[in-house]
C-alpha cells in the first residue's frame, strides 16, 4: 500500500497564476480530506469528500479555491488566481468513514511569489 | 473561532524526562479526542486517541488525559526520546465527523 500520494511535492508559481494540487487516496478508503497548515491556524479543513461527493466545503476560504474528486482515486484543490497569502503546506487525507483513521499524504509545499 | 487550541508553540525537554503537551477546546460536543504526530516534510501520523467517555487511555510511553469539565487533554510522554521531537497536533471530532485539529506544539528532545 503506497499510502496517500500527493503532487507536487513543491510548487512555487507567481501570484495570478493558477495552481492544481493533486492527490491519489488510499485505495478502499471513501472519505478525503483536503487540509491548509499554517504557522497560526495550525491544520485547517478546507473541505472534505464522502463517496467522491463534497459533503462539507465551508472551510474553503474564498471562491478562488475549488476541488474536485471526479472517481474514487483521485482529487483535485485548484487556486486560480493564486495569491502570497496561499502561500502553505496542503495535506490531504483520505479513511474509511469519517473516522478518526485519517492517513495524511506528505503534502505540497505552495509559495507564491 | 479557534475551537481546539494549543497554547504552546514550543516545548524543550531533556531526554529521560516527562514531556506533557497541552490542548483546550471548547465544543463540548466533541466525542473523540486525537493526538497527531508530524516530522519535517512528512504528513501528521495518528499517535494515540481517547473516547470523551474516558478520562485516560495509555499506549506504552505515550499517555492522554481528557478532563472533561475543564474542556482540556493533555499528552504525555514519559521517558522522553530524541526521536520524539517533532510537531503534535491535537484533534477532536465534532458530531459532523470532522476532525478540527489544533495550531501544534513543536517538541524538541535535547540528549
Known amino acids: 500500500d503506497a499510502g496517500v500520494i500527493q503532487s507536487p511535492r513543491h510548487e512555487v508559481t507567481e501570484m495570478g497564476q493558477e495552481v492544481t494540487l493533486r492527490c491519489k487516496p488510499i485505495?478502499?478508503?471513501?472519505?478525503l480530506f483536503w487540509y491548509r497548515q499554517t504557522m497560526m491556524r495550525g491544520l485547517e479543513l478546507l473541505i472534505y469528500?464522502?463517496?467522491?461527493?463534497?459533503?462539507?466545503d465551508s472551510g474553503m476560504p474564498e471562491d478562488r479555491f475549488s476541488a474536485k474528486m471526479p472517481n474514487a482515486s483521485f482529487s483535485t484543490l485548484k487556486i486560480q488566481p493564486s495569491e502570497p497569502r496561499d502561500s502553505a503546506v496542503y495535506f490531504c487525507?483520505?479513511?474509511?468513514?469519517?473516522?478518526?483513521?485519517?492517513?495524511f499524504g506528505s503534502g505540497t509545499r505552495l509559495t507564491v511569489v | 473561532d479557534q475551537q481546539v487550541k494549543q497554547n504552546s508553540p514550543s516545548l524543550s525537554v531533556q531526554e529521560g524526562r516527562i514531556s506533557i503537551l497541552n490542548c483546550d477546546y471548547t465544543?463540548?460536543?466533541?466525542?473523540?479526542f486525537l493526538w497527531y504526530k508530524k516530522y519535517p516534510a512528512e504528513g501528521p501520523t495518528f499517535l494515540i486517541s481517547i473516547s470523551s467517555i474516558k478520562d485516560k487511555n495509555e499506549d506504552g510511553r505515550f499517555t492522554v488525559f481528557l478532563n472533561k469539565s475543564a474542556k482540556h487533554l493533555s499528552l504525555h510522554i514519559v521517558p522522553s526520546q530524541p526521536g520524539d521531537s517533532a510537531v503534535y497536533f491535537c484533534a477532536a471530532r465534532n458530531q459532523g465527523g470532522k476532525l478540527i485539529f489544533g495550531q501544534g506544539t513543536e517538541l524538541s528532545v535535547k540528549p
Open positions: 487525507a483520505s479513511s474509511i468513514g469519517q473516522y478518526y483513521g485519517y492517513t
Open positions: 485505495s478502499g478508503h471513501n472519505s
Open positions: 465544543n463540548s460536543m466533541f466525542d473523540y
Open positions: 469528500f464522502n463517496n467522491n461527493v463534497p459533503i462539507d
